[in-house]
């Protein structure tokens, strides 16, 4: 008789599973409590695969051996209560795939920077000439890639909400780029409960498999107290040369493996800011780690294209640079947005709040913006917190008129960036909404400004 399994959600993650699942032989239904897009419908019935939507059927999906769940249906909804209560295993799509893969895993997590991190490390893999696969939080479902076939190395990003979901999961090479406070609603407000859901992507690595992560971020090292590390450590640090792991001086990287040394000068590399720096040697470990040459390395730091909404130039107009960071959804996402600019910044800042403490962004404000426009429904907080620190502060709830005000008020050689530090909700649909709208008024003020 074939096992039951149950899936918790039909988005990319659930839908993959439940294709790699049928094709196991699992016996499949598939569960939302949402609405089901007509595509994805399309796909569960071209399968063969029994689903319903609107609602959770209890005795039906308590009847199953196993549950997959979708990372953002949480622990404590009370159809998982109910399930966990009768013994039966609720696991991340991630942890189902893992079981079905011969491939080594490369898997990535952190507050910040994870994007940015598995984007770079896939394609300098790639640049080497390796078969290499992209799943996780970015891209494609794990699961539903395995369907077409396995790959000699998978490069995944993870949440903490996935995470949460491994039993036997383990990467090969894992990499946490930082830990701040993040998503605490799911942790019962308590960080040190977000800080071990981090830590565990280490939890089953072995002293023969690498754990890369950033030597001087200060909850990482509680963690490392939290959580005691087997695997061999590989540190990137701003302050010291290392042993093996990375180092970068302010001007070059200096990143140790097993005898060998890169050292790569900061000009070279596309990707510019300290935390960007740090990424990049997060990704050159792991692609030394798999073996990929220096030059591929190399010429892959220098043509690497980074994923949309993420310190993305948009456009020159009249010598004013406009930069789309729209995936700067909290304070230390824009904290480095802000960071990474010598030049004049009109900084286009706002939307909803999630408790931000914007005092740590003072010092670059006070050095480096010299107009902020908050585009948001609810601006006051905002506007408080950067009174007498930024000279010009406006504020509108149109994307145009912020992006016209960035022309009219910039000169040549200034920067106009979107990195907002809040949620989209207010007036977006999501980040990429909010991206995708500042591009094309960028793109419209240009025609205009012709």
């Not at 904290?335 to 990474?340: D, K, P, R, V």
Request: hydrophobic letters at 40%; glycine letters at 10%; aromatic letters at 8%.
């Amino acid at each position: 008789m074939s096992k039951k399994l149950s899936i918790l959600g039909a988005g990319e993650s659930g839908i993959g599973a439940a294709l790699l699942a049928r094709q196991m032989g699992y016996a499949v239904w598939v569960s939302d409590m949402g609405a089901i897009s007509t595509a994805r419908k399309a796909v569960l019935e071209k399968s063969g695969i029994p689903y319903e939507e609107g609602k959770h059927s209890e005795e039906r999906i308590l009847d199953s051996d196993e549950i997959i769940k979708s990372p953002g249906i949480s622990y404590k909804v009370p159809i998982v209560k109910a399930a966990l209560e009768k013994g039966i295993p609720v696991i991340d799509e991630l942890e189902f795939a893992f079981r079905y893969s011969k491939g080594k895993v490369i898997a990535i997590t952190g507050t910040n920077g994870k994007t940015t991190t598995t984007l770079l490390t896939y394609h300098l893999l790639k640049k080497g000439g390796l078969n290499v696969g992209l799943a996780g939080n970015v891209g494609q479902s794990w699961a539903g890639q395995l369907t077409e076939g396995d790959k000699d190395w998978w490069v995944i990003e993870t949440s903490s909400f996935q995470i949460d979901g491994f039993v036997e999961f383990r990467p090969a090479i894992a990499m946490l780029t930082n830990i701040t406070p993040d998503h605490l609603d799911r942790y019962e407000y308590q960080v040190d409960n977000y800080i071990r859901s981090k830590m565990s992507l280490f939890k089953n690595m072995e002293a023969n498999e690498a754990a890369i992560f950033f030597a001087e971020d200060e909850l990482t090292g509680r963690g490392r107290g939290l959580k005691q590390l087997r695997a061999n450590a590989f540190p990137v640090s701003v302050k010291e040369i290392q042993a093996q792991g990375g180092y970068f001086d302010g001007i070059k990287l200096d990143v140790r493996v097993a005898g060998s040394q890169l050292e790569i000068q900061s000009d070279e590399i596309i990707l510019k800011g300290k935390h960007n720096m740090l990424n990049s040697m997060m990704a050159v470990l792991g692609a030394m780690l798999a073996g990929v040459n220096d030059k591929a390395i190399k010429e892959g730091l220098k043509d690497f294209q980074n994923a949309a909404h993420r310190m993305e130039p948009v456009t020159k107009i009249q010598g004013v640079s406009f930069v789309n960071d729209s995936k700067g959804t909290n304070v230390d996402a824009t904290y480095y947005a802000l960071e990474s600019y010598k030049q004049p910044l009109i900084w286009i800042a706002g939307g909803v709040d999630k408790g931000n403490d914007y005092s740590v962004l003072y010092p670059l404000a006070k050095d480096k913006v010299k107009m902020l426009i908050c585009l948001g429904v609810e601006n006051d907080k905002l506007k408080k917190a950067f009174s007498g620190i930024i000279p010009d502060i406006r504020e509108t709830q149109n994307i145009a008129e912020a992006v016209r005000w960035g022309l009219e008020f910039g000169k040549e050689g200034d920067v106009v960036l979107l990195s907002p530090a809040c949620a989209s909700f207010d007036l977006f649909k999501n980040y990429e909404d909010r991206g995708e709208q500042f591009k094309n008024a960028v793109n419209q003020l240009k025609l205009s400004a012709v």
